[in-house]
T-cell receptor, first 114, second 109 residues
Framework: GAVVSQHPSRVICKSGTSVKIECRSLDFQATTMFWYRQFPKQSLMLMATSNEGSKATYEQGVEKDKFLINHASLTLSTLTVTSAHPEDSSFYIC??????????FGQGTRLTVV | KNEVEQSPQNLTAQEGEFITINCSYSVGISALHWLQQHPGGGIVSLFMLSSGKKKHGRLIATINIQEKHSSLHITASHPRDSAVYICAVDFGNNNDMRFGAGTRLTVKP
């Protein structure tokens, strides 16, 4: 079956540094990839939608200069948290859509900024 | 009102009990996902379904499209089933998904 691989699963970084999270569709070409963030005791919330070869569409309140999304190919999207701060510590998860219909999830990345 | 409502929010059960977690949504969807998240851990996709019923081991997921309702059942629950269970609805057509708030399940030995 279709698999979406997200790396790393956990990362700890120092304040001020940048962290890149990869979301890769392993056996299908993803027309669209989504990035979500989970706040404590809340539902996962959409951060941005990325389509291959075009700029990501960010949800209201999400800083596009802080959360850089690159969808360079039909199988890879990356989320870079720039100049990370402790308040960026969270659980981030991607999902990839196949043929505009079926969607699959990555395993998620737990980011801790110290 | 959240587009996806899950119940209960918290559930404590004794080992061996039959568990049911419910998910209701307000608009038409193309598919519904059940996800499992262990404390401090990642997400595991349990089921993706658009109609009927699916079974995997001790887990059963059902969906009623007309009633806009899905249930996740766990038979013969075990402490290792303790986790947060999240339902996510997929609106299809390159739209994003919406998530329930999750059900925190604790199974006591």
């Amino acid at each position: 079956g279709a698999v979406v691989s997200q790396h790393p699963s956990r990362v700890i970084c120092k304040s001020g540094t940048s962290v890149k999270i990869e979301c890769r569709s392993l056996d299908f070409q993803a027309t669209t990839m989504f990035w979500y963030r989970q706040f404590p005791k809340q539902s996962l919330m959409l951060m941005a939608t990325s389509n291959e070869g075009s700029k990501a569409t960010y949800e209201q309140g999400v800083e596009k200069d802080k959360f850089l999304i690159n969808h360079a190919s039909l199988t890879l999207s990356t989320l870079t948290v720039t100049s990370a701060h402790p308040e960026d510590s969270s659980f981030y998860i991607c999902s990839a859509r196949y043929m505009g219909v079926m969607a699959f999830f990555g395993q998620g990345t737990r980011l801790t900024v110290v | 009102k959240n587009e996806v409502e899950q119940s209960p929010q918290n559930l404590t059960a004794q080992e061996g009990e039959f568990i049911t977690i419910n998910c209701s949504y307000s608009v038409g969807i193309s598919a519904l996902h059940w996800l499992q998240q262990h404390p401090g851990g990642g997400i595991v996709s349990l089921f993706m379904l658009s109609s009927g019923k699916k079974k995997h081991g001790r887990l059963i997921a059902t969906i009623n499209i007309q009633e806009k309702h899905s249930s996740l059942h766990i038979t013969a629950s075990h402490p290792r089933d303790s986790a947060v269970y999240i339902c996510a609805v997929d609106f299809g057509n390159n739209n994003d998904m919406r998530f329930g708030a999750g059900t925190r399940l604790t199974v006591k030995p």
